[in-house]
C-alpha cells in the first residue's frame, strides 16, 4: 500500500489477556518502529528495526513487551498480560533507511479493561 | 537519553497570525524533524533539518537551528484554523525521542 497500515484500529481489552498490534510497514523501508503515546504524554520509544540487525529493544518498559518483523516486512508487538497502563495509542513507523523522514501509521489505540 | 522538548506546551492565536514554537534537546543530533498531529489521526513528517543547515523553509513553515544552543524553532506563517494540531520535534539517533509537544489552537 501507498502508507503504513496498523491493525486493529482499536482494541479493548481484558486485564491479563495478551494482545497483537500489527504494522505493515511502506514496500522497501528498512527501518521500522514502534511508539507508543498515553494520554497527556509525548512518544515513548519501544522497539526498532534496522534490516537485518539485531533489534533495539531498549525501549520496551517489561518483559511482557515483545516485537518481531518477519521477512523485514510485517511487524507484530505483543503485549502479554495485558495491564491498566498499557492502555495508549501504539504507533508504528517505517523509514527508507533510518535517517531520514517518517512515515507513521494512525495507530492502534488499546484500551485495558 | 535525547530528547525533544517543545514549548510552550499551548498556544492559542487568530488565524492569519504568526505561531512560533520552540524545541530544546539534550544531545548531539544529525537532524531534527519536526511533526504535527491532529487529533485522533497520525502523525504526520512536516520537515526535518540536518546539524549542518542553520534553516528552512517549506511553504509556510520556517525552521531554525541552532546547534550550540541545542534548540530548534518551527514558525508557521499566516496561520489558518486547519493548523490547529500539536507539533511535536524529533531527534534522530537509531531512535526517534519526541516531546509532549505544543498544543497550537488557531482560532477562525
Known amino acids: 500500500g501507498a502508507g503504513v497500515s496498523q491493525s486493529p484500529s482499536n482494541k479493548v481489552t481484558e486485564k491479563g489477556k495478551d494482545v497483537e498490534l500489527r504494522c505493515d510497514p511502506i514496500?522497501?523501508?528498512?527501518?521500522l518502529y514502534w511508539y507508543r503515546q498515553s494520554l497527556g504524554q509525548g512518544l515513548e520509544f519501544l522497539i526498532y528495526?534496522?534490516?537485518?540487525?539485531?533489534?533495539?529493544k531498549s525501549g520496551l518498559p517489561s518483559d511482557r513487551f515483545s516485537a518481531e518483523r518477519t521477512g523485514g516486512s510485517v511487524s507484530t508487538l505483543t503485549i502479554q498480560r495485558t495491564q491498566q497502563e498499557d492502555s495508549a495509542v501504539y504507533l508504528c513507523?517505517?523509514?527508507?533507511?533510518?535517517?531520514?523522514?517518517?512515515?507513521f501509521g494512525s495507530g492502534t489505540r488499546l484500551t485495558v479493561v | 537519553s535525547q530528547q525533544g522538548e517543545e514549548d510552550p506546551q499551548a498556544l492559542s492565536i487568530q488565524e492569519g497570525e504568526n505561531a512560533t514554537m520552540n524545541c530544546s534537546y539534550k544531545?548531539?543530533?544529525?537532524?531534527l524533524q519536526w511533526y504535527r498531529q491532529n487529533s485522533g489521526r497520525g502523525l504526520v513528517h512536516l520537515i526535518l533539518?540536518?546539524?549542518?543547515?542553520r534553516e528552512k523553509h517549506s511553504g509556510r513553515l520556517r525552521v531554525t537551528l541552532d546547534t550550540s544552543k541545542k534548540s530548534s524553532s518551527l514558525l508557521i506563517t499566516a496561520s489558518r484554523a486547519a493548523d490547529t494540531a500539536s507539533y511535536f520535534c524529533?531527534?534522530?539517533?537509531?531512535?526517534?525521542?519526541f516531546g509532549t509537544g505544543t498544543s497550537l489552537t488557531v482560532i477562525p
Open positions: 514496500s522497501g523501508h528498512t527501518a
Open positions: 513507523a517505517s523509514s527508507l533507511d533510518g535517517y531520514y523522514g517518517y512515515t
Open positions: 544531545t548531539s543530533i544529525n537532524n
Open positions: 528495526f534496522q534490516g537485518n540487525s539485531a533489534p533495539d
Open positions: 524529533a531527534t534522530d539517533g537509531n531512535q526517534f525521542y
Open positions: 533539518i540536518r546539524s549542518n543547515e
